[in-house]
């Protein structure tokens, strides 16, 4: 069995992200616990701004008529590609940043959309759980809940691009406690972020027997 992760946190040391994340890889550890685990950490390691331009410039030319710097840039993709389709499973730890998918989290998603195995059917039925982290509170009450740009475009791509089998938890409010101006939602934010942990494991146990039970 083997798990791919990606983790785009840009603060890996105050991840909120990766923490959620942690306890659903720590639910399928537990159950494989002889599992491969490939990570990503396009956080801390963004792939080059470039490498998606030279390929999709480059169209179908054949590999011997490409520049070096497209030849990488496939290279690029095939490799990202290669991780996804390799895995029994993905986990993905994706926190919102200015409102919508960072750049350098839709770059990782473009390159791996050129890899033409992504785009017809390579992940169809995979399970993927996504571990969606947000500053602010987009709950009903607050009026804000479509100002969330990038869980729903992830999900849009990953349930109707890639046709896998996905498990969203969603932690909101992690900024209480770091910004002083949402400290009166303290209580709240306590009950959010257990809520969360507690779907993460679910989560967890549900990707670690490839059950997919749609919530
Ligand atoms: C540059 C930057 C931009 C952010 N933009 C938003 C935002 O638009 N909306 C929001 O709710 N939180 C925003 N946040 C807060 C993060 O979503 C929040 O801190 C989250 O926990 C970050 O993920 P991490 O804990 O895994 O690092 C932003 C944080 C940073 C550093």
Known sequence: MSLFRLDASINPATSQSRALADLVEAEWTSAHPDSIITRRDIGTHPLPATTWRDIATSGAAAD?????????????????????????????????????????????????????????????????????????????????????????????????????????????????????????????AAEVHAAAAQLAIEHGQALAVKRNALV
């Open 64 to 188: 011997t008529d490409l520049t070096p710097e497209e030849r990488e840039a496939r290279d690029i993709a095939t490799t990202l590609a290669d991780e996804l389709i390799g895995a029994d499973a993905i986990l993905l730890a994706i926190p919102l940043y200015n409102w919508g998918v960072a750049a350098h989290v839709k770059s990782w998603y473009d390159i791996t959309y050129t890899d033409q195995r992504i785009s017809t059917g390579a992940l169809a039925g995979k399970p993927v759980v996504l571990a969606s982290v947000l500053g602010g509170d987009y709950s009903a009450a607050s009026g804000k809940a479509h100002w969330d740009h990038s869980t729903p475009w992830l999900r849009h791509v990953i349930e109707n691009i890639w046709k896998a089998n996905l498990l969203v938890v969603q932690r909101q409010l992690t900024l209480v406690g770091v910004n002083p101006a949402m400290d009166a939602m303290k209580d709240q």
